[in-house]
């Protein structure tokens, strides 16, 4: 049977905020289409370009983020490396100027409100986060190129196969929950162990170990940076940031220069129970409010949910004792396979599949790895999964304002905890007991996608988007 090679770093990207569908896709899509300019020797003739945006990227494109990511990748800026506090300054000048630098190399006109089409009412029938480039050259010939955002930061363009790592014979093939249970009984490794084994087919071990600390590093850094930042959030919904305040009861209005002497500061005010209830919500909240402002952040496995698996990790290195490398890359390779495996069974796209697709994928991903790293055996830590999304079922996609702010922020607080009693459930149950697989789940949560209204899914059309009377300025 033929499988998706997908790796830790597939699941795990580093990027910008608010949405990995939303702004990260369509910025890497506007990369691609580039480099296809470029291939074809083309870009120095280039006039003018067009975008056009349809189904979910029409609607809550402009609240994600959508234009913003488009003119950075034509101007040829990575999100990987962009100083995330030019991003508006830069916009200002594009539409200011009327112009954009295209790869940094070919100034063409470009007027973003004009030339980047929001079509609210189209939709192409494969995916619905869609958007085409066209391009003009200054002997009248054009190209254009089709791309999908398909969630978590993935795009792939019309007419070619998924853009991951598949290329790649792995050792230990996996697409279900089964074949991964197969491996782990097969070999008596641990779930992290028969990752590691499949990420060397790609890298030497310790490139992959380096890698996974510098997501945890991106991820780290964005925590601390969100629990001392105050204000309004972008967007015109006035809402307040949190985290900042939080953590200054928390830590009764102690400051701490860096992050290890605040991590020290942290874990010196104990063990209660509403104490680390406050600090998971703290940590949730400070990567998505980071998230909410075009903040540097890492695809976990999508930027609205991308505040769960840090959050639990955090809580397991300061309240569990596991401060150390080992642990924290067991943590994320684990996590990375189980948001695998539901993107290869299910979908990890919220207009695919609505808010089940994210914070609670991202929940599972962080139940199974915090269950494995409590030591917990492999089918505690697939049954955590399980029961993390059990919980999730259903959940719709409703943003207010398009933005990724209400009900987002908070719902990577419920992710998190609800993580957190997953494992704890597992640690005290036995499998063997279990009446419901984690494929069964990962099959009853694709079903439930299937049958939610398009109305949930990234659209701004129902829910809280409709119900909550708040009016945004024009953009
Ligand atoms: S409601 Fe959930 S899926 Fe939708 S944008 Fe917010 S976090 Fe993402």
Redesign the pocket.
């Known amino acids: 049977m033929s499988h998706e090679a997908i790796s830790v770093f597939d699941i795990f990207k580093i990027g910008v905020g608010p ?1 990995s569908s939303h702004t990260l896709g369509p910025w890497r899509a506007a990369q691609r289409f580039l480099q296809t300019l470029i291939k074809k020797n083309i870009l120095q003739d280039v006039i003018e370009v067009k975008v056009l945006l349809y189904g979910s990227l029409a609607k809550t494109g402009r609240g994600h983020g959508t234009d913003i990511a488009i003119q950075l990748g034509l101007s040829g800026d990575d999100p990987v490396t962009f100083e995330v506090n030019r991003i508006h300054s830069k916009i200002a000048d594009i539409a200011i100027m009327r112009k954009v630098l295209l790869s940094g190399l070919h100034e063409i006109d470009f007027d973003p409100r004009e030339d980047i089409e929001f079509l609210i009412s189209e939709s192409l029938p494969f995916h619905p986060n869609a958007l085409s480039f066209l391009a003009t050259t200054k002997n009248g010939d054009s190209l254009a190129e089709t791309y999908y955002s398909i969630g978590g930061g993935f795009v792939i363009k019309e007419g070619e196969k998924i853009s991951t790592s598949q290329s790649t014979q792995l050792p230990f093939p996996i697409n279900t929950n089964d074949d991964l249970l197969h491996w782990c009984i097969k070999t008596g490794l641990a779930i992290h162990e028969v990752v590691m084994e499949n990420e060397n087919a790609w890298r030497p071990e310790k490139e992959t170990r380096n890698g996974i600390l510098n997501i945890w590093r991106v991820m780290k850094e964005c925590i601390y940076r969100g629990c001392y930042a105050q204000g309004l959030l972008p967007g015109g919904l006035d809402v307040k940031r949190r985290a900042a305040d939080l953590n200054k009861r928390l830590l009764a209005g102690k400051n701490f220069p860096d992050y290890d002497s605040w991590i020290k500061g942290v874990r010196s005010g104990g063990h209660d129970f509403k104490y680390i209830l406050d600090w998971v919500s703290c940590f949730a909240l400070a990567v998505n409010e980071e998230n909410a402002s075009f903040g540097r952040v890492v695809t976990a496995p ?1 930027n ?2 991308a505040g769960v698996i840090p959050a639990v990790l955090q809580y397991y290195i300061v309240f569990c004792d596991s401060n150390k490398e080992d642990k924290i890359i067991q943590f994320l390779l684990t996590a990375s396979e189980i948001g695998s495996i539901f993107k290869k069974g299910a979908t990890i796209s ?1 207009a695919m599949g ?2 089940q ?3 609670g994928v991202s929940s599972a991903m962080a139940a199974a790895a915090l269950t494995e790293g409590m030591g917990g055996t492999q089918r505690q830590a697939m049954m955590a999964a399980e029961i993390a999304m059990e919980h999730h079922l259903g959940m719709t ?3 207010i304002g398009g933005l ?1 702010q209400i ?2 922020i908070e ?1 990577n607080t419920m992710g998190a905890i609800k993580a957190i009693t997953a494992s704890q459930l597992a640690l005290q149950s036995s499998p063997d007991f279990a009446k419901v697989s984690l494929d069964g789940v990962i099959k009853t949560m694709w079903d439930t996608a299937k049958d939610m209204d398009h109305k949930y899914k ?1 659209t701004s059309e129902g829910g809280l988007a409709v119900n909550v009377p708040l009016s945004l300025p024009e953009c």
Do not use: F, H, L, N
Request: proline residues 11%; glycine residues 12%.
């Open positions: 949405s999508t609205g949910a919220a609505g808010c697709a994210e914070i996609c409703d943003p990724v009900p987002c719902r990234e």
